[in-house]
């Protein structure tokens, strides 16, 4: 089926959800079942484009709440570097992880992230053997992983995703 995510993203547009909704929840009117809305009334202080970067927290904070996060968790983020990956570790420490590790081929970009979060984020530089990835996981979480968490996108192979599962306790 025709899907929006989000209004980034159109996958497999074959019914014309596209042409119909081109913008889609970033249209300026857009119709929605008042079941999925969130009101930001008391932002009105806020301006529109620090509003707009709540998007990026919505697919991410979705998933850590069904997946049932709890504070003082070790939490690892696969695919930190990137748009929903950077996110899901900032929420990570808001919602109250006590470490999160978050792990990317891109050295810089987790760098930045350790400056950003501050100190309860731990980067591991991943080299592409899920066992060594594995046990690099392990380390920096002190031995004990509570919740794997799959924010890569356009992987070429699963060696990240089965690092990150294979560093759990």
Do not use: C
């Not at 014309?16 to 970033?26: H, K, N, P, Q």
């Not at 249209?27 to 008391?42: H, K, Q, Y």
């Not at 301006?47 to 709540?54: E, F, Y």
């Not at 979705?62 to 570097?81: D, F, I, N, P, Q």
Request: charge should be positive; avoid cysteine; charged fraction near 20%.
């Amino acid at each position: 089926p025709a899907q929006i995510l989000m209004g980034l993203t159109g996958i497999a547009d074959d019914h014309g959800m596209l042409a119909a909704w081109r913008d889609g929840t970033l249209g300026e009117r857009i119709e929605m079942p008042a079941s999925v809305l969130t009101s930001l009334a008391r932002l009105n202080h806020v301006a529109a484009d620090r509003l707009s970067a709540l998007g990026k927290f919505s697919v991410p904070l979705g998933g850590l709440t069904r997946g049932r996060l709890t504070a003082g968790e070790t939490l690892v983020v696969s695919g930190a570097s990137g748009y929903f990956g950077s996110a899901a570790v900032l929420l990570g420490v808001a919602l109250g992880a006590a470490r999160v590790i978050a792990t990317s081929r891109d050295r810089a970009a987790l760098d930045a992230l350790r400056l950003a979060a501050g100190p309860r984020v731990a980067p591991v530089v991943l080299q592409g053997d899920a066992a060594k990835d594995a046990a690099a996981i392990r380390d920096a979480a002190g031995g004990k992983v509570d919740f794997a968490f799959d924010m890569v996108g356009r992987a070429g192979d699963p060696t990240s995703t089965l690092a990150a599962l294979n560093a759990l306790r």
